[in-house]
């Protein structure tokens, strides 16, 4: 896969609805990336499914970057494997359900809101799953007021976004799909296999119009969510999304999303030291896999996750305390706080874990005195005060 | 007189197909097929095969020089040999003639060894060519590759369907089929690929491959001309070859002559070959081997020529049959999602029809949950496929392969490729007779079966691993000189082997193998064998490691029906010549000798006691005796010898602790010796220091009454000895050592107080030794009289002691022992120490 070099075209805080007031914390993807979308739908000229925007080699191409015809330059939204945004796009094209398996942090939900923007121009029809999702969530309730005083009717019914998604014809995304309930899982079934949702009140139902279809996402690592039914899981295609492959792939990702983001935060547009990024990727890589990078000293592994989205999360923070506090720019005292947050998720062991990669390999490797001086400095702050 | 030539991807089902069909349009009277000249003989059989078989060919002094020639259902070639025996036309193979080809080989090998400054250039000469193999080998898969495809197999379909006749110019293309045409692109396109100007020439700077093809090419355009040329010419001739041979096969053949064709083949002496059809399987398809081009998806291929129509769609079903069958779930509308999924999959990468690429994803997503390890189910049975070939009973072979067969038969063994376990009861006469057969063949190194363990010895159970490779039918060839039957065979590999054997172990190994494949007649050889080199062997630790197989033999022989009684002759003269050496072997051993000595021991000791007749048992502890007892032998040896004694009863308790005792206060200069003596005694285990509080308390005491520098000396022999102990055993000792242990008594089991005494420890009492007394400073005092004790001294000692014996309670041992009461128990023990003060002091 190529990358297009970072794009500058699309800085867009100001894409918004609200562009005249404060600029948007986070604009939605199709708002954020409408330049792109709209010259791709300019260029496109493939056939397209039923209601999509963009054809599937657009969506792709909107996913995995590139450069157009007219030269005008995408974006690379999603790095790592072409076959999988290639099966994703398939799925979708099919009118099938999609699952986005994969551990925290692997861009799940960033792919998910991605497809559904190129695919229908809409990222909005979400549905969050979470242990209190109630079935009304993902089928349609009611306004309680009308419906005691008009009795069931239409105007009553108050629809979910997955039935706004059939009667649009556009992608519906259910986000976290193992934290809701199973039996509000299962009220995917009927729209998955029948694509209606019948309303029994009114005696109808809602048909899908051609272009609907389901982005889901699910954590394969957490603890605690309920499984999904094989009914249910047989009516989604599944992709497994990886970690990324190398650390020249996620130091890009970590570079490109950090990019973003400080824009969005209004921080000033000095890039990140490459060097301090490279580090914390490094840092994340080699506990995550509990063996260093050249492969001769074990590690003890943190519980934390250690995702790329929170090796992101580091160096935003660490760039904002160097904007607010230092000097602009990125140094290891301003990174070695996230750090230190990100990996030690469990009181117990993880210090230990963390202390031994430190003493162990972070202090005897050439260039890393600064930042083991900082987060030895951080320890000891840490310990002083709770150390009774 | 016209020559076609069809340039092919080998084991492509694309390439077959137009194969076939521009074969069927052509319909020449000859056809010429790259490969192996000598296999024109075998051609006879071809429709007594099944494929995938190969063609190999083997040379007659050496048949492990071998070379295959794989064949699938699916590959070009096969079509065109099936096509020559439907039409009755002559098929002939045209590539250099292996016997040229090992030759040439040979010669290389011999230079290379004479010129070994000459290998690294040519080393390197390789090394630049690296990447051309790859394009020589698969050259439509590197066009393929080229053009953006993973699939070689997909791009040729294009290349058929898409290519059609009005919309290629080719010069004079008039009124050839859309197939023909296509075989005029891939000359074209090959022509393109080999630089016209870089034809082949004899240039010694080019590597021995490239140099290797040429001569291939030009003895194929010798046969082409062969053909084409003389009286008997035909009319119309087809040749079937790689794609990247065409252009030096056509075309520009006219820039090279006949004679120079000639000159580069001349002065090659062929080696003798024979050939003849070997089973071949979809697995070994994989693999590099033969025509060069591997192929890393048979079962696909395989598919794409099986099946009929909707070859998507039966994929996808045959992948959910598979997956149905090992209790994953696959619905049928799974199935129908994931063909859609892959047809989608191929308009996204804007392909005209899913390929197998498009199917493994959509597999993966629709029907495995996105869960790679049921895919790798697919990928071993259906991707590669386990398809096994067959060759009829009429194919030539050597008569000890078809005896092989045979047994195979009767025994009811079939030749499977795929590993599988087998479990032989051997008191059934069946079941003994696969024993044999099984043992046989790996004398004659055919390991079709490689025997596992089960779960003890002497059971009357074998456990093997079954699984037969197309290679043993080379190994059958190879061996074939020994004999015709596989016993004849085995048994002459035994003599030969016998007359080559090194030394008398490896006899006896031979021998063990022997009995097990049941072979009466090489038996008494082995046996004669066996008595020759014992009778001439010196070596006890030889006799004694040759006596283990013996004695398994020995012992567990009669399960099979041997005649034992060969077996009980040899051991027992075995066991009476170790009886003998034993003991001088056992004097004046280094430490290395020592320690071999010592396993040789423990290995003799065992094959005693499998064989267990009472009377070489009781001779055996004999000889032992005299080694565990003397003067002047290597303490390890003696320690150990002393062990065997013990643990079998032969030595009563109380002798055991004495010996121990004397061996640990003889030491009294040499501590090191004394802890090898400890090392060998408890060398096999710690449970009798575990279970005998007196032995441990005996070891406790000398350990104590050592001084540093001896502790020291003595430390690392004792920790290697302690690590070897299981860790029950050591927990064991360690709480006996903690609770405190009795303290050694002058009582019986003893002489123990009186025997370091009776040694002459320096220091000891009587003034059995003068001259400490007399050189040491303390000398003033006479030794005998207990209360004249130096105390100053005494309570010097005393923190070292401390130390030594742990805390309070057991160090003031001998002091709390109520004076007066046995005051020689104390003493001796106080003044040995004293002594070795003194002597330490006095350094």
């Not at chain 2, 000469?125 to 590759?145: K, M, N, R, Y």
């Not at chain 2, 000889?623 to 003397?630: L, S």
Request: hydrophobic share 45%.
């Amino acid at each position: 896969m190529t990358l297009a070099p970072p794009s500058t075209n699309t800085a867009a805080p100001d894409a918004g609805p609200t562009a005249d007031s404060a600029p948007l914390l986070r604009p939605h993807a199709e708002q954020a990336y409408a330049g792109e979308l709209a010259a791709l739908a300019a260029a496109d000229t493939r056939p397209r499914p039923p209601s999509w925007r963009l054809s599937p080699w657009a969506v792709v191409t909107y996913l995995l970057g590139g450069v157009l015809d007219d030269g005008t330059v995408i974006s690379p939204k999603y790095i790592g494997s072409r076959r999988l945004v290639e099966v994703a796009v398939a799925t979708l094209a099919t009118d099938r359900a999609l699952l986005l398996l994969g551990s925290p942090g692997t861009a799940k939900t960033w792919l998910s809101e991605h497809l559904a923007a190129a695919v229908s121009g809409d990222s909005t029809l979400v549905v969050q799953g979470t242990a209190g999702t109630s079935e009304d969530a993902v089928r349609y309730g009611w306004n309680y007021a009308r419906l005691i005083a008009e009795g069931p009717s239409p105007d009553a019914l108050v629809p979910s976004p997955v039935m706004r998604a059939m009667t649009r014809g556009s992608i519906a995304r259910v986000e976290e799909l193992t934290r809701m309930g199973a039996e509000v899982q299962d009220a995917l079934i009927t729209v998955l296999s029948e694509k209606t949702l019948p309303v029994p009140e009114l005696a109808s139902e809602v048909q899908a119009v051609a272009g609907f279809a389901v982005i889901a996402t699910a954590n394969d690592r957490d603890r605690g969510v309920n499984e999904m039914s094989s009914a249910l899981r047989r009516r989604f295609n599944t992709v497994v999304l990886p970690l990324p492959a190398s650390e020249d792939a996620e130091v890009e990702i970590v570079t490109r999303r950090v990019a973003d983001l400080g824009r969005a935060l209004a921080l000033p547009d000095e890039p990140p030291a490459a060097s301090e990024v490279r580090r914390v990727v490094q840092i994340f890589r080699e506990l995550r896999a509990g063996v260093t990078s050249d492969g001769r000293t074990t590690l003890k592994t943190p519980t934390a996750t250690l995702s790329t989205a929170e090796a992101i999360s580091v160096i935003t923070g660490g760039m904002t305390l160097a904007t607010h506090f230092g000097d602009g720019r990125l140094r290891a005292e301003d990174v070695a706080a996230g750090l230190l947050g990100a990996v030690i998720k469990d009181p117990s062991a993880d210090p230990v874990a963390w202390r031994e990669y430190l003493e162990g390999v972070v202090r005897d490797r050439k260039g890393w005195s600064d930042l083991y001086r900082a987060c030895r400095d951080l320890d000891d702050d840490a310990r002083v005060p709770g150390g009774a | 007189m016209s020559v076609t030539v069809l340039g092919v991807r080998h084991h492509g089902p694309g390439s077959a197909r137009a194969v076939r069909a521009a074969l069927a349009e052509l319909d020449p009277d000859l056809v010429l097929v790259e490969g192996p000249p000598e296999g024109d003989s075998a051609l006879t059989h071809v429709g007594a095969l099944t494929p995938p078989v190969a063609l190999t060919a083997y040379a007659l002094d050496e048949p492990r020089d071998a070379a295959f020639w794989p064949f699938a259902e699916f590959s070009p070639e096969w079509q065109a040999l099936l096509h020559g025996r439907a039409a009755g036309v002559p098929t002939r193979f045209i590539d250099l003639p292996f016997g040229h080809d090992l030759a040439l080989r040979r010669r290389d090998a011999e230079t290379d060894s004479d010129e070994d400054t000459a290998e690294a250039g040519e080393d390197t000469a390789e090394a630049g060519d690296e990447t051309v193999p790859e394009l020589v080998a698969d050259p439509l898969g590197w066009l393929a590759f080229a053009a953006g495809h993973d699939d070689p197999e997909r791009f040729w379909e294009d290349l058929v369907e898409h290519r059609r006749p009005a919309s290629t110019p080719t010069a004079g293309a008039g009124g050839r089929s859309p197939v023909l045409e296509l075989f005029a692109a891939v000359a074209e396109s090959m022509a393109a690929l080999r630089d016209p100007d870089h034809q082949p020439g004899p240039d010694a700077s080019r590597g021995a491959h490239a140099r290797r093809e040429d001569l291939r090419e030009a003895h194929m355009r010798l046969a082409i001309r062969a053909a084409s040329t003389g009286a008997d010419a035909a009319a119309r001739i087809a040749v079937l070859c790689g794609a990247w041979h065409v252009p030096a096969l056509t075309g520009r053949t006219g820039r090279i002559t006949v004679a120079a064709d000639r000159e580069l083949l001349r002065g090659v002496r062929p080696v003798r070959t024979a050939t003849t059809w070997v089973p071949w399987t979809h697995a070994l398809l994989s693999a590099d081997s033969g025509y060069g081009a591997g192929v890393t998806s048979p079962g696909w291929y395989h598919h794409l020529w099986t099946a009929p129509n909707q070859v998507g769609a039966r994929w996808v079903a045959r992948v959910a049959a598979l997956l149905r069958a090992a209790d994953l779930p696959a619905s049928t509308a799974s199935v129908v999602e994931t063909v859609r999924l892959a047809e989608a999959l191929a308009a996204v990468r804007e392909r005209a029809v899913p390929g197998l690429t498009e199917l493994t994803d959509a597999v993966l997503a629709g029907l495995c949950a996105g869960d790679p390890v049921p895919l790798a189910v697919v990928r071993e049975q259906l991707v590669v496929g386990d398809v096994v070939g067959a060759v009829g009973p009429d194919v030539p072979t050597v008569p000890l392969a078809a005896d092989v067969a045979r047994a195979q038969k009767r025994l009811r063994l079939a030749p499977t490729p795929v590993e599988k376990p087998l479990r032989l009861d051997l008191r059934r006469e069946l079941d003994r007779e696969r024993s044999a057969l099984l043992h046989r063949l790996r004398l004659l190194d055919v390991d079709w079966g490689i025997p596992t363990t089960t779960s003890s010895t002497g059971t009357f159970a074998e456990g093997w691993t079954l699984a037969w490779k197309p290679t043993f039918v080379l190994a059958l060839v190879a061996a074939a000189r020994h004999g015709a039957t596989v016993e004849d065979a085995a048994g002459d590999v035994v003599a030969e082997r016998i007359h080559a054997a090194p030394d008398l172990a490896a006899i006896t190994g031979l021998f063990e193998q022997v009995v097990l494949a049941n072979l009466a007649a090489a038996l008494e050889a082995v046996r004669a064998g066996l008595e020759q080199r014992a009778a001439t062997t010196g070596d006890v630790a030889h006799l004694m490691l040759a006596l283990a197989p013996l004695a398994r033999v020995h012992r567990y022989g009669d399960v099979r029906g041997t005649d034992t009684g060969l077996v009980v002759g040899l051991t027992t003269s075995l066991m009476t010549r170790i009886c003998a050496g034993l003991p001088p072997a056992c004097a004046s051993l280094d430490d290395d000798a020592a320690d071999a000595m010592v396993a040789a021991i423990d290995t003799a000791d065992t094959a005693f006691g499998l064989v267990a007749d009472p009377e070489h048992v009781a001779r055996w502890h004999a000889a032992v005796g005299v080694a565990a007892a003397m003067a002047g032998g290597n303490p390890l040896v003696a320690g150990r010898s002393t062990r065997i004694l013990s643990d079998a009863g032969v030595l009563a308790a109380t002798e055991v602790a004495t010996r121990l005792a004397r061996a640990l206060s003889a030491a009294g200069g040499a501590p090191a010796d004394a802890a090898r003596w400890l090392a060998g005694f408890l060398g096999r285990s710690g449970a009798v220091l575990a279970r005998d509080p007196a032995m441990l308390s005996l070891v406790d005491t000398w350990l104590a009454g050592l001084d540093g520098d001896a502790f020291t000396i003595v430390l690392a022999p004792l920790r290697r000895t302690f690590a070897d102990f299981a860790g029950p055993e050591r927990r064991l000792i360690g709480e006996r050592v903690r609770s405190g242990l009795p303290r050694p008594t002058a009582g019986p089991p003893g002489g123990i107080a009186t025997d370091p005494a009776d040694s002459g420890s320096p220091g000891g009492s009587a003034g059995g030794s003068p001259a400490p007394a007399a050189i040491s400073p303390a000398g003033a005092v006479p030794a005998g009289d207990g209360p004249a004790w130096d105390l100053g001294r005494v309570a010097a000692v005393l923190p070292a002691l401390t130390t030594l014996l742990g805390p309070a309670g057991t160090a003031p041992a001998a002091g709390t022992t109520p004076a007066g009461t046995r005051p020689a128990s104390t003493r001796p023990a106080s003044t040995a120490l004293a002594g070795a003060e003194e002597g330490h002091s006095d350094a």
